[in-house]
């Protein structure tokens, strides 16, 4: 029902965020690889969501990224794993290592989020084999151009203009992750 909003960022408060749009706020939970994303108070902010309804509640759930996005309902589909774990999943993970962990069947890596257990985690391990989208495969079996390609999408999402974004990924080094080049590009262009 609501698949993104366009405002300014009014508050935050791990993991959840007010963001006003046109004069209606809204409560929005957010992974922390979105929240430690985030642009500053008072700055616009855009965010693809998924919107929850339950007996009891009305959640909206906000990405930065439509990997991220695609990853969390993903992971609802999974029997037993609800918004809340699914949350708590990207924020324990990036989604590129939640494909890694996939691929390789580590589960290791799974059982150190808060939440998910040794039977969780082989669930997860089993029913998402295959299903997690090609595009979300993880950032250093990109190609350079890929990843900076992925880079310039990201700080355009963001609100950067073009001319922002380039001069960002000239202060990149050479062969950066996708998730890592953001990042940088992100301290580039605050200073």
Do not use: C, W
Not at 13 to 36: K, N
Not at 85 to 106: M, Y
Not at 108 to 134: D, F, M, N
Not at 146 to 151: E, G, K, L, T
């Amino acid at each position: 029902m609501i698949g993104r909003l366009a405002g300014t960022l009014v508050a935050k408060a791990p993991p959840q965020l007010l963001v006003d749009v046109h004069g209606v706020g809204y409560e929005v939970d957010v992974p922390m690889s979105t929240f430690y994303n985030l642009p500053g108070l008072g700055e616009p902010v855009v965010l693809l969501t998924h919107f929850v309804v339950r007996e009891d509640a009305q959640l909206l759930f906000g990405f930065l990224t439509a990997a991220e996005r695609s990853t969390f309902r993903e992971l609802t589909r999974i029997s037993g794993v609800g918004p809340r774990t699914a949350l708590a999943i990207l924020s324990g993970l990036s989604v590129a290592e939640l494909t890694q962990a996939v691929a390789a069947q580590d589960g290791g890596r799974l059982v150190k989020v808060p939440g998910i257990g040794k039977k969780t985690a082989e669930r997860l391990l089993l029913e998402l084999k295959g299903r997690l989208a090609p595009e979300l495969a993880p950032a250093a079996a990109l190609a350079p151009d890929d990843a900076r390609a992925d880079i310039t999408q990201a700080l355009l999402a963001l609100g950067y203009n073009d001319r922002e974004a380039q001069a960002a990924l000239k202060a990149l080094p050479p062969g950066v992750g996708v998730s890592e080049g953001i990042k940088l590009a992100l301290k580039a262009l605050t200073r």
